[in-house]
């Protein structure tokens, strides 16, 4: 199974619909812990993502993703928009001039979008940051690859990992963001990006599966 531009342009759509699907359950995470803004501002950012789509969803792969990232930067702001900009950035990096991506690159693109994230954020698991979701959710990719499973199943598990990580973030306390100024009021809620990266994946994962 290989994915083409056709599945990483309805990806895009489908990651779209879904965060303007979650917009407030985002922004209700966020309040509970940071400034309520998460689920405005990923909501902006995939529209304008949306926008910029058509005049490169006939281009390499490489440069659909470099333009999802190029967008959340310009149109996120906060922590959020460059942490998610970088890690398409990083996947546009690695599908630069490919016109269709096999099992293999895709686990190179989660895994560069997660480095890009920690090099940025200098987040490491357990902080109670998207990257719990995101490490986990790369590490089960990479596992069921190496065991030779099917890019389907690799997906699949990659977004049970990221599920179980998110809903890990409940007890931590906040160590990064705005979160970590509340020590330990931050404990008992789940982190909003953490949130938005499992419903990211999913998103991803509903298109293989159609
Ligand atoms: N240094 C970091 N590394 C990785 N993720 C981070 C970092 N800082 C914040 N985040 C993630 O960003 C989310 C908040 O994103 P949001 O869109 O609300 O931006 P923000 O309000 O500027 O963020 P914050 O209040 O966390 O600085 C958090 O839930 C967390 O998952
Ligand atoms: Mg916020």
Redesign the pocket.
């Known amino acids: 199974m290989k994915v083409d531009r056709d599945q990483v342009v309805a990806m895009i759509k489908e990651m779209a619909a879904v965060v303007a699907q979650n917009k407030e359950y985002l922004t209700d995470?966020?309040s509970a812990?940071?400034?309520g803004?998460?689920g405005i501002?990923?909501d902006r950012g995939l529209r304008k993502v949306l926008e910029k789509l058509p005049p490169v969803a006939d281009k390499d792969i490489g440069t659909i993703f470099k333009n999802v990232g190029m967008g959340l930067i310009s149109a996120?702001?906060?922590?959020?928009?460059p942490?998610y900009g970088t890690f398409f950035l990083q996947f546009g990096k690695i599908a630069a001039g490919k016109e269709e991506l096999t099992t293999s690159d895709i686990g190179a693109m989660l895994a560069a979008g997660l480095e890009g994230?920690?090099q940025?954020?200098?987040?490491v698991v357990g902080?109670?940051?998207?990257?719990?979701a995101l490490e986990p959710a790369v590490e089960a990719f990479a596992a069921a690859a190496d065991a030779g499973k099917e890019l389907l199943a690799c997906f699949q598990a990659a977004v049970a990992a990221a599920e179980a990580g998110k809903k890990a973030t409940i007890p931590l306390v906040a160590k990064?963001?705005?979160?970590h100024y509340l020590g330990e009021r931050s404990i008992g809620h789940q982190?909003?990006?953490?949130?938005?990266?499992e419903l990211l994946l999913r998103a991803m994962l509903k298109v293989l599966e159609s």
């Open positions: 995470l966020d812990i940071g400034d803004d998460h501002n990923m996120v702001g906060g922590a959020a928009g942490l994230i920690k940025r954020g200098k987040a902080e109670k940051t998207m990257v719990d990064k963001g705005r979160a982190d909003p990006g953490a949130t938005s990266s």
